[in-house]
Nanobody, 124 residues
Framework: QVQLVEFGGGLVQAEGSLRLSCTAS????????MGWFRQAPGKEREFVAA????????SYSDSVKGRFTISRDNAKNTVYLRANSLKPEDTAVYYC?????????????????WGQGTQVTVSS
């Protein structure tokens, strides 16, 4: 049974930082592209960042590029999202996802498994 569990969400002031983590079990983690998506109230789930299985290729949405960093530790089956210079518009539930056949990693349809999400709230 595959499980993805996110940690690290919370309430932070604007310009603050958070590090989200997502630990996977039940799959061969090193073979999967890992992605982060987010969903704000009343909006569709949107791509945030992705990292290929080897760590060689990263993708970021324009809205977070330069502020967020995705990384992974295959030995710990964990993917991270470091979020700096947070803005109120970054407020959302953040989800991690795993996709074995993902190419660009930017579409939610490329992913096979999803975590339950962790809330990030940025106050102004």
């Amino acid at each position: 049974q595959v499980q993805l569990v996110e940690f690290g969400g919370g309430l932070v002031q604007a310009e603050g930082s958070l590090r989200l983590s997502c630990t996977a079990s039940g799959l061969t983690f090193s073979r999967y592209t890992m992605g982060w998506f987010r969903q704000a109230p009343g909006k569709e789930r949107e791509f945030v960042a992705a990292l290929s299985w080897s760590g060689a290729r990263t993708s970021y949405s324009d809205s977070v590029k330069g502020r967020f960093t995705i990384s992974r530790d295959n030995a710990k089956n964990t993917v991270y999202l470091r979020a700096n210079s947070l803005k109120p518009e970054d407020t959302a539930v953040y989800y991690c996802a795993a996709g074995q056949g993902a190419y660009s990693g930017t579409s939610l349809y490329e992913y096979d498994y999803w975590g339950q999400g962790t809330q990030v709230t940025v106050s102004s």
